[in-house]
């Protein structure tokens, strides 16, 4: 065969062509792409990338192979310090796209016109783990928003929880260290099921109600997709005269809120340690794009001081039923990174990156926060020069005199660098901007400095019992089992019981549980500083009572085999589109099965490396002589028996009986189960049942849950 001489099949390169730039107006730097040809980072052709210089055939290799010592010194320098916190994240792009002109309450250039789109930037993490832990750890989910506005950027630094375990960022170190692995054995790492957390926060009271939401499913969600995000804390909207109105914000998912159960997620750690990696990643990737819509909470002084708490404490929330929340806005991502470590790596969010319109409050959480962040980043990202990585930068004109140190790439010409100046034209450099320049919101502030907690932040325990009241009962049968999953885990008996006692402030019934599951007799109630009092309940607060609906974005996983009925496969597919819904095949093989037609299907999975803990819905479509097989194989039974525990619902061909019977479950068969036939109207009604996600009255009847 004749073959292409190596020098004129490779493109020539062109060095100085280092920088792209992107759809959303970002810069990539586009080096070692395509037909390139191999060199060093100073642009010196390589010969041989295969083995290093030595003497002769076995000897030393020499110092002077410059080519090996760039190369190990640079892969010796690749890990840059992992996030004290939120270390494991994930990042799109996309883009906000304004409702309605919010003119009358803020200046923010990003609210002033309807329609106008906003390119943004989002990074998901858990909080504890560490980078290469896995997603399904119980935990909340960092949600951070990065919007390119043209009056610069705006980072709206969320959770997926509305609010925090402790009032006092002085408390913040000790919190992490108490939930990070435990420093003398550096385990356990990614969960809070540990003596050193737990002992923490049965010593802090005001951590309770963030207990709470963090032992309920908020904290196992489906999909980065299925979750709301919260800024926690009280902001500022400022007007064109200055004026103030308080603002919480909110992320409500358009695909509906969904978690996962723990005994699902705990294997789905195993199963797939990346599941909501993979999750935003694939559905972008598929033009299923993943859209919340941003909603506030604004209310004035008079609201803030007839509500029952303080609106500075970041561990109460505002109950929606109260100040209703208003969308003013969607985000869609629609585009997922090009290089994980240019753009997840090293974004860096402030919570103090404001943009004119939006102001602070003193609540002491947030206060210390606007420290905090830029402080890590200088550790994390090495030089003050981290705002001018593209992914950092702003994406509007920005002029300053901030010059020099490590890595400074964008680099102002002219002779002024300070201001005020008298030069003029090109020399004189930016000038500040009185009109539309940044203005803190005008607020009378007097007092004598003090360390103290102030008393309208003292009761700790009643919307903790809000929160549990509002909750349907298999949510809160799932909150019992989570503190007593996580208690169970602590070793020392005398934090289980002061958790436990804590817990009594909250509600009896669910002490009582927790104590009765964890075997230990129900300890003295401890003493609140402040009784609590009874809420109304709240239904926002509940994820199965705001579910989606719908079983759209979400997958059915069908377990096929050779000789599988081809018509009944292709109805489930149809219904599935319909539904907006994937499907993913799961085989004895992943080569695929044939089915009754001779066609040939590759699968997505092999059974046991797709048990059904990674779909939302299964179907069974086999032969019978594959459910004999599969019946005999221990994965496969395991994958029906999860199912059915985990409370999916289930369609099934005839003979996959013999399965179904080799896995104990024939005879627990509920309405969640459709026996398929090959209409297609069975499986459509399979599909439309599957908007329920989950029959939930199966829970009760089944012991692994
Ligand atoms: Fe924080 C990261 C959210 C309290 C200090 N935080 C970080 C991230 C999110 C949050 C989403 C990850 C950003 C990313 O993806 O890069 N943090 C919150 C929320 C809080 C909160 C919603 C309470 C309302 N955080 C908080 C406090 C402090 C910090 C009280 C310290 C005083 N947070 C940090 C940090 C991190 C961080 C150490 C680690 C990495 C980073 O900032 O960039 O500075």
Redesign the pocket.
Known sequence: MATTPRSTRRARTTAPEAFEVGPGGETHQAVGRGEARLTTQQGVPIADDQSSLTVGERGPTLLEDFIFREKMFHFDHERIPE????AR?YGAHGHFETYESLTDITTADLFQRPGERTPVFV?F?TVAGNKGSFDLARDAR???VKFYTQEGNWDL???NIPV?FIQD?MK?PDLVHSVKQEPDRGFPQATAAHDNFWDFVSLMPESTHMVLWAMSDRAIPRSLRFMEGFA??TFRFIDADGRSTFVKFHWKPLGGMQSVVWNEAVKINGADPDHHRRDLWDAIGRGDLPEWELGIQAFDDEFADSFDFDVLD?TKIIPEELVPVRRVGKMVLDRVVDNFFAETEQ???CPANVVPGIGFTNDP?LQ??LF??LD??LK?LGSPNFTQLPINAPKCPFSHFQQDGHMAFTNPKGRANYEPNSWSGDERGPREDPISGYRSAAVQESGTTRRTRPASFADHYSQARQFFLSQTPPEQRHIVGAFVFELSKVETEAIRARMVANLRNVDEDLAEMVAEGLGLPLPERATPAVEPIDLPESPALSILLNGPGSFAGRTLGILVTDGADAKTLANLRDAAEAEGARVQLVAPKVGGVTTSDTTHHPADHKVDGGPSVLFDAVAIVTSEQGATVLAGHAPARDWVTDAHAHCKFVAFVPSARTLLDAAGISDEIDEGYVELDRRKTTAARFLKMCRDLRLWDREPEVAAV
């Open positions: 996030r004290i916190v939120h994240g990074r993490s960092g949600f951070a630094v969320s959770n925090f960022a913040f926690v804390h970041p974004v860096a969010f959480l210390g926060r905090s962040y890590t980043q994390r």
